[in-house]
């Protein structure tokens, strides 16, 4: 089984700060490796969808997760494919502003939704556009109302301004609607703004120390017989701790996830747009169950923690868009995460032992569009 991010428009209706308000504000300075980048990619999905068809058909259990730019903005294609396409899983990572542009027929159909939001209103709102927050809540009640079963996952980016803790409680505990599957990831730069930031400092000071008390408290729940919250920076590492297991790179990119581009190439993940030295083949031609694995070279080889962690992110592994400093501080980060968890598991196997929670719990489909190391 394979999951293939299918990119369907670079266009986006909304600039977050973190992504295209960063890339627009021009005040950043990349510090990467120059990797060379197909310009001619078009714009919008551009393929013949009979060949998508044909290459999605050779794999049993496919499953094609729709993502932009915002995948809504053309929800011509997205009806288009899910109404003609072989037998096969459907997701979708959106911001969440269109998806009443879907009918229900539809809606019901996503395995898992995957929605960004970033916390309390005002940090919504101060990195999305105002009134964000609130038509994502508006939107989110609409897909319970149109029968959505799946799995909806409030995907947060959080960056120095954020508390960590406080957002996740308050995605959590929400009175507008309970987000029970929560991924964050940090904006931990990748279009060379380093250099502007106190980002360091805040992982010190407010990150690290915040995953601590949300590991805590991710555990007294299970104690208090809440069950196991759907936190996937937390499920996916303690479910393999628990089964003493390593893990590859938890996204899955190039070797369980990959991304169909605009033009029908195939790349490794959907942030290495265009990246021609890194693609696996054409879907034209290609066997959607023998891929290439790709692979490279970094110091996560010879990490202690490659097992837990993955190795984090292929794309930064190969465009290493940090200066040293702030790669170690990311690394610290994961080590905090990996620490944390490590104390938690005796806690953890006794609520096991003693019936608040089973095994089970845990579980979740691997390589969804969450991370899981942030
Ligand atoms: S902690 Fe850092 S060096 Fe180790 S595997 Fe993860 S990303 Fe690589
Ligand atoms: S973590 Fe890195 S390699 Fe994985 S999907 Fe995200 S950008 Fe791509």
């Known amino acids: 089984m394979v999951f293939f991010h299918l990119i369907l428009t670079d266009t986006c209706n909304l600039c977050c700060s973190y992504c295209r308000g960063k890339i627009h504000s021009g005040d950043v300075e990349w510090c990467g490796r120059d990797v060379e980048i197909d310009t001619a990619l078009p714009p919008d999905l551009s393929i013949d969808l009979d060949d998508l068809y044909t290459f999605i058909e050779r794999d049993p259990d496919a ?87 799946g799995e909806l996952i409030a995907r947060m980016t959080v960056g120095e301004d954020v508390d960590i803790h406080d957002a996740v409680t308050f995605l959590h505990r929400n009175r507008d609607h309970s987000f029970r599957a929560l991924h964050w990831q940090m904006d931990a730069e990748f279009a060379g703004d380093a250099g502007t930031r106190s980002f360091h400092r805040w992982l010190n000071e407010s990150y690290n120390p915040g995953i601590r008390r949300l590991i805590h408290d991710w555990v007294g729940m299970m104690a208090g017989g809440e069950g ?90 190969i465009v290493r868009p940090w200066p040293d400093e702030m790669r170690l501080a990311v690394c610290d980060s994961v080590k905090n995460l990996y620490a944390g968890l490590v104390e938690a598991l005796p806690l953890v196997r006794r609520c096991i032992a003693e019936g608040r929670i089973n095994e089970g719990d845990f579980s979740h489909t691997r390589y969804n569009g969450c991370e899981i190391i942030p």
Request: net charge negative; hydrophobic share 35%.
């Open 63 to 149: 499953c094609i997760t729709f993502y932009g730019g915002e995948p809504l903005m053309r929800s011509d294609l997205i009806t288009e494919i899910m109404d003609h396409a072989p037998p096969c899983r459907f997701m979708i990572q959106t911001n969440g502003l269109l998806l009443k542009d879907l009918e229900p027929r539809h809606i019901r159909r996503f395995e898992t939704i995957l929605v960004s939001i970033d916390g309390p209103p005002p940090v919504t709102d101060r990195h999305r556009g105002a009134g964000t927050y609130q038509r994502v809540m508006e939107n989110c009640a609409y897909l319970e109302s149109a029968g959505f079963t």
């Open 228 to 317: 196991v919250a759907r936190w996937y920076p937390f499920l996916q590492p303690m479910q393999d701790l628990l089964a003493c297991r390593d893990s590859w790179l938890r996204c899955g990119a190039g070797y369980a996830n990959y991304t169909i581009m605009t033009d029908g190439h195939i790349g490794p993940c959907p942030v290495m747009i265009g990246m021609k030295e890194y693609y696996a083949g054409h879907i034209r031609d290609a066997n959607p169950l023998s891929l290439p694995v790709v692979e490279v070279e970094s110091e996560c080889t010879r990490c202690p923690i490659r097992g837990f962690c993955g190795g984090r992110c292929l794309y930064s592994q």
